[in-house]
């Protein structure tokens, strides 16, 4: 720990002198770019600005990550899906119907979503019933 309190300095490095390798997908707190260290046979994961993760504690973040932007995504389009009906009646002939169409769309990705988290959430319930640790 340690070692990691020294390494996340704030001070611009260049990436080649960053420990580990670069991994495929950014920090989920700060959308950086995040390094892969193997240490003592675990891995774990540190991003420039110092966010450190262990993989346990990633993946719990990055489901929480995942979660509040369907969260996000769901509200943008809820609240798009009743603007566009409040404009339709006042739209014309031309405008209205087209609006209404992308209103049913956003409804229907709104019902993914809906289902996605509450699969999820349902999923996690689960486990907790399973695996109470």
Known sequence: MDNEVRQAKLEEKPVMNQAGNPSESAC???????WEIEEEG??????????AYGADVLKVTIS????????????????????????????GDRLGPKYV????????HVQAIRRLLHEDSQRLEQKRLHDPD
């Open 28 to 34: 989920p707190d700060c959308y950086g770019l995040r």
């Open 42 to 51: 675990m891995l774990r994961f540190r991003c420039r600005v110092g966010h």
């Open 64 to 91: 929480e990550s995942t979660e509040n932007a369907l969260w996000a995504a769901m509200r943008t389009l809820e609240e798009t899906t009743s603007i566009l009906r409040r404009w339709a009646p006042r739209s």
């Open 101 to 108: 169409r992308e209103a049913e769309e956003h409804e229907r």
